[in-house]
């Protein structure tokens, strides 16, 4: 078997980055070398705990949690998503605390080590907002050419916003740094609301992985917080996992079925801020291009997503 890949989660825990990672462990085509995280979800210092507990859940609290931006690049959010993920981020379930301390490098350090040590290209699957990625950007350029792929679930070409109306969250929470990264040469995959919407994870997947051991039981009950607010929100009878999407375009390359597209990002502070503007009128050749998710097989991503989880579980 090929060497796995060094991979990178840069994230703001969060039921469904809860999820993502606990995927990206389950996976053997990838190997976790690092998490970073970021305000988002909940406050930063709540992302790092949760951060730090789901990886002890997974017995992988060897895997270093370095600590990102506590807020965006310019502007303040003005609400955060504690009423989806609840106040702790985790749909109100408690983790036991994990015995590892935090890395004691800032998060862009963290990744620019890793990027300019790895023996082969890391993927970094960015499932937050995108502060820690246009810092990495702009203090540590070189080693941000390194990146292999750079695998965002943020943004929507077509399926409007979920936060506001124009506005899908991660672009919304730090549409600066959104705009610094589509517009970079960083090879980068979005994996926007487009094919996140449809592919909702039902409650026969969930009792799947949760029968199948002690960790797919928590991971059930942190998730039936969230599908409560799908039930809501989007009317759908499951789970949007939107995060573990993206990560299993970092696992499985080509999961996906991508457009390279011109992207900016709006950054202006009226109603339409943090709207993602794909330009779908004919596929971009520029070298800032971002291959924009359009195609997705829902049933076999969500089938994919539940037999790694049952996997992990089971031991
Ligand atoms: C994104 O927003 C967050 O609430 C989720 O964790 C996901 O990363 C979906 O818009
Ligand atoms: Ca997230």
Same mark, same amino acid.
Do not use: K
């Given at each position: 078997m090929e060497q796995p890949t060094p991979l990178v989660i840069d994230t703001d825990p969060g039921i469904d980055d809860a999820v993502a990672i606990l995927l990206a462990l389950a996976s053997p085509e990838v190997d976790l070398r690092l998490v970073t995280t970021v305000h988002g979800n909940v406050d930063l210092a709540q992302t790092t705990e949760n951060a730090l507990r789901v990886l002890h859940l997974a017995g992988r609290s060897d895997v270093p949690v370095a600590v990102g931006a506590? #807020? !965006?690049? %310019?502007h303040p959010m003005a609400e955060r998503a504690g009423h989806v993920h609840g106040a702790a981020g985790l749909g109100g379930v408690q983790l036991p605390p994990s015995p590892a301390a935090v890395d004691p490098r800032p998060a862009v350090v963290a990744l620019a080590d890793l990027l300019t040590t790895a023996e082969q290209p890391v993927t970094v699957c960015a499932i937050g907002p995108l502060t820690n990625i246009a810092l990495l950007l702009a203090v540590y350029p070189e080693a941000a050419a390194r990146i292999g792929r750079l695998v965002v679930m943020g943004g929507s070409a077509g399926a @409007? @916003?979920? %936060?506001? !109306? =124009? =506005?899908e969250f991660n672009a919304w929470a730090d549409p600066e740094a959104a705009q610094a990264v589509f517009s970079s040469t960083v090879p980068t995959v979005m994996v926007g609301l487009d094919v996140t919407l449809p592919t909702v994870l039902g409650a026969d997947g969930v009792e799947r992985f949760a029968a199948a051991g002690p960790l797919g039981e928590t991971a059930g009950a942190i998730l039936r917080q969230y599908m409560d607010h799908a039930r809501r929100t989007? @009317? /759908?009878? #499951? /789970? /949007? /996992?939107h995060d573990a999407l993206a990560v299993t375009e970092a696992v499985v390359p080509g999961t996906l079925t991508t457009v390279p597209r011109d992207v900016v990002v709006d950054t202006g502070l009226g109603a339409t801020r943090g709207l993602t503007l794909v330009d779908r009128r004919e596929p971009s050749g520029s070298a800032t291009a971002v291959q924009v998710a359009e195609g997705v097989d829902s049933a076999a991503a969500v089938e994919f997503l539940v037999s790694r989880l049952a996997a992990l579980a089971a031991g």
């Amino acid at each position: 078997m090929e060497q796995p890949t060094p991979l990178v989660i840069d994230t703001d825990p969060g039921i469904d980055d809860a999820v993502a990672i606990l995927l990206a462990l389950a996976s053997p085509e990838v190997d976790l070398r690092l998490v970073t995280t970021v305000h988002g979800n909940v406050d930063l210092a709540q992302t790092t705990e949760n951060a730090l507990r789901v990886l002890h859940l997974a017995g992988r609290s060897d895997v270093p949690v370095a600590v990102g931006a506590r #807020g !965006p690049l %310019v502007h303040p959010m003005a609400e955060r998503a504690g009423h989806v993920h609840g106040a702790a981020g985790l749909g109100g379930v408690q983790l036991p605390p994990s015995p590892a301390a935090v890395d004691p490098r800032p998060a862009v350090v963290a990744l620019a080590d890793l990027l300019t040590t790895a023996e082969q290209p890391v993927t970094v699957c960015a499932i937050g907002p995108l502060t820690n990625i246009a810092l990495l950007l702009a203090v540590y350029p070189e080693a941000a050419a390194r990146i292999g792929r750079l695998v965002v679930m943020g943004g929507s070409a077509g399926a @409007g @916003g979920n %936060v506001t !109306p =124009a =506005a899908e969250f991660n672009a919304w929470a730090d549409p600066e740094a959104a705009q610094a990264v589509f517009s970079s040469t960083v090879p980068t995959v979005m994996v926007g609301l487009d094919v996140t919407l449809p592919t909702v994870l039902g409650a026969d997947g969930v009792e799947r992985f949760a029968a199948a051991g002690p960790l797919g039981e928590t991971a059930g009950a942190i998730l039936r917080q969230y599908m409560d607010h799908a039930r809501r929100t989007y @009317g /759908v009878d #499951g /789970v /949007v /996992v939107h995060d573990a999407l993206a990560v299993t375009e970092a696992v499985v390359p080509g999961t996906l079925t991508t457009v390279p597209r011109d992207v900016v990002v709006d950054t202006g502070l009226g109603a339409t801020r943090g709207l993602t503007l794909v330009d779908r009128r004919e596929p971009s050749g520029s070298a800032t291009a971002v291959q924009v998710a359009e195609g997705v097989d829902s049933a076999a991503a969500v089938e994919f997503l539940v037999s790694r989880l049952a996997a992990l579980a089971a031991g």
